[in-house]
C-alpha cells in the first residue's frame, strides 16, 4: 500500500523530507534509505525530549510534542535554524558529558556542514512530530513521508523492549487534547500503567486515527506499511524516490539491497535497537511467537477499526 500524489517537480524537488510514525515502525530505516543516495542529509528527531542541543536549539518537553499555529513561536525560528543547517557547536560543546557524546557530535557537525556546502535538502527523520506533521508541511514547506507497522508488530516491539508509554505525554498538552485526541481521553485515563501491550495497542490506534484523517485532509502525504517496504524494498524505495524528486542511484540501491539482505540478522539486538540492517522478510513475523494469544486478542479489540482502514486483510494468526 502506498499513497501518494505527486507535486509539481520544481516544488517536489527542493522542499525538506519529514519521514514521520509512530516510533518503532520503521522511520529510520525509511530516513537513512532517503539519505543513501546523497542528495539528502539525514537528522535524526529535533523533537526527541533528548535531543542534541546542536542539533536543535529549543527545549522539547513531552513525547510526541505538538506544534500549531498556536504555540509555534516556541518552535519555528530553531527549526528553521535546524533546516538550513545551523549547528549550536558551542550549545553542544558545553553539554558534552562523555565520549560517546563528543563523537555524535563529530558525526552531527558533520552532516550539518555537509548538508551546507552540498547544498542537500535536509531530512529530519522524527517519528515524535507525527502530530505535527500537518505545520511542518504548511509552515515549513516539508514533504511528508508517514511509515505504519502492523499494530502487533508495534507492541510486540515494545514489549520485547520492555518500553512502556506515559500517556501524561498527551495529556499535558492541552492544544494537542483539544485539536486532535480529546476523543480518546478516557481511553488513555483509564489504560493501565501495568499493561506495556495495551498502551502500544492505544497509542497505535491513537496515532494511525490520526493518520487516517491526515490521508482525507493531506492527500500530499505519502503514507506507506512498512510491511510492503520488507517484502519489496528495491521497488518501493525507487517508487519513494521518485515521488520525492530523488535519483534513486547506484549507490542508493545498493544500501537499500545491503540493508534488507537475508544475511543481515533476522533481528535487532537489544543493546542496538536503532540499528537498521535487517533480514527484512524474516523481520515481519516476530510478532506471532513474541505474543500470547491472549496479548494477540487485546490488541485486535483496541486496535481493530482503524488497523483495517490500513491491513484490509489484517492476519492476526
Known amino acids: 500500500m502506498f499513497w501518494s500524489i505527486i507535486l509539481s517537480e520544481n516544488a517536489n524537488s527542493h522542499a525538506p523530507i519529514l519521514v514521520t510514525g509512530a516510533h518503532r ?7 537513512k534509505m532517503l539519505a543513501a543516495g546523497g542528495q539528502a542529509a539525514y537528522i535524526s528527531e529535533p523533537l526527541n525530549v533528548l535531543h542534541r542541543p546542536g542539533v536543535f536549539g529549543a527545549p522539547t518537553q513531552h513525547w510526541y510534542t505538538y506544534i500549531c499555529a498556536e504555540n ?8 528553521r535554524q535546524t533546516l538550513n543547517f545551523h549547528y549550536h557547536t558551542w550549545d553542544e560543546i558545553q553539554s558534552l558529558r562523555s565520549r560517546k557524546d563528543a563523537l555524535r557530535m563529530v558525526r552531527d557537525w558533520s552532516t550539518f556542514l555537509a548538508g551546507r556546502l552540498g547544498r542537500k535538502r535536509p531530512l529530519l527523520k522524527d517519528p ?8 511542518f508541511s504548511k509552515r515549513l514547506g516539508s514533504r511528508v513521508v ?30 494537542l487534547m483539544k485539536h486532535l485526541l480529546e476523543p480518546f481521553r478516557a481511553e488513555i485515563e483509564a489504560v493501565s500503567p501495568d499493561d506495556t501491550v495495551g ?34 524494498p528495491l521497488e518501493s524505495f525507487s517508487d519513494l524516490y521518485r515521488d520525492l524528486c530523488f ?28 540499528a537498521y540492517r535487517l533480514d527484512s522478510r524474516a523481520n515481519l513475523a516476530h510478532w506471532k511467537s513474541r505474543l500470547t494469544q491472549d496479548e494477540i486478542r ?9 488497523s483495517a482502514r490500513f491491513y484490509p486483510d489484517i492476519d492476526w494468526e
Open 72 to 79: 509555534e513561536a516556541d518552535f519555528l525560528p530553531a527549526l
Open 199 to 232: 498502551q502500544a495497542a492505544l497509542l497505535w490506534k491513537i496515532i494511525y486515527h490520526t493518520v487516517d484523517e491526515y490521508h482525507c485532509q493531506h492527500p500530499e502525504f505519502i503514507i506507506l506499511r512498512h510491511e510492503d517496504l520488507s517484502l519489496n
Open 247 to 274: 535519483h534513486f542511484n547506484t549507490r542508493a540501491q545498493q544500501t537499500v539491497l545491503e540493508s534488507s539482505s537475508a544475511d543481515n540478522p533476522r533481528e535487532v539486538s537489544t543493546d542496538a535497537v536503532h
Open 128 to 135: 515524535f512530530a507525527i502530530f505535527s506533521a500537518p505545520w
Open 298 to 306: 487485546h490488541i485486535a479489540r483496541i486496535t481493530a477499526e482503524t
Open 25 to 31: 515502525s520503521g522511520t529510520t530505516w525509511v530516513g
Open 146 to 175: 508517514i511509515t505504519v507497522r502492523h499494530p502487533a508488530a508495534f507492541a510486540s516491539s515494545l514489549k520485547r523492549l520492555s518500553w512502556p508509554f506515559q500517556f501524561n505525554d498527551l495529556l499535558s498538552q492541552p492544544l
